[in-house]
Each structure stands twice: as C-alpha cells, then as structure tokens.
C-alpha cells in the first residue's frame, strides 16, 4: 500500500494551472517538523517535499493559508517517468 499522512505546513506554493488534459494542478513544498522514536530514542525529525493537488482538491489547495499547518493524505509517486525523485500527492487536506 503507498499511503502517506503527514502533518505539515504549506512553505510554497506555485498559482493554480492546467495539464494538457485539462486537469488543475498546482505544486508546492510542504514543511515537518516533529519528534519520533526510533530504537528507543527521541529523535528530531525535520524535512521539506515537494508536493501536487490535482483535480478538484487543487482550488482548495491553492487558497489555503500559507504556513498554516494542515494534515496532509495523498501518496508518493515519481517526479516523472524517468525521474527518481518522489513527489507527494495530495488527495485531502484539512486543519491539523
């Protein structure tokens, strides 16, 4: 299963735009800060993703507040075909 939920905030974000089929997407970064445990330790976790809303979550996406911290669903999926890089897709959003 390729399910990922994460609590985050909105650092970036590109303006609303159209793929050639026609579907509204709009990309961002997305910021975590928080503590896990791993073996037994604390430890500080801190990272940046990039991340996309396409379909009807992306007018949402692009009029939520910058910097407001939301919880994030979605999934990881390659950059594109021939890239490495993962990208998260956001399938639902809402305050944390």
Known sequence: MNELSLVASITERDTLRYTPAGIPIVGAI?????????AGVQR?????ITA??????????AHAELGAVHRFTGFLARKSRHSKALVFHIIDFSAA
């Open 30 to 38: 997305l910021q975590h800060g928080s503590q896990q445990m791993e």
């Open 44 to 48: 500080q976790v801190e990272f940046e």
């Open 52 to 61: 996309v809303a396409a379909g009807e979550i992306s007018g949402r996406f």
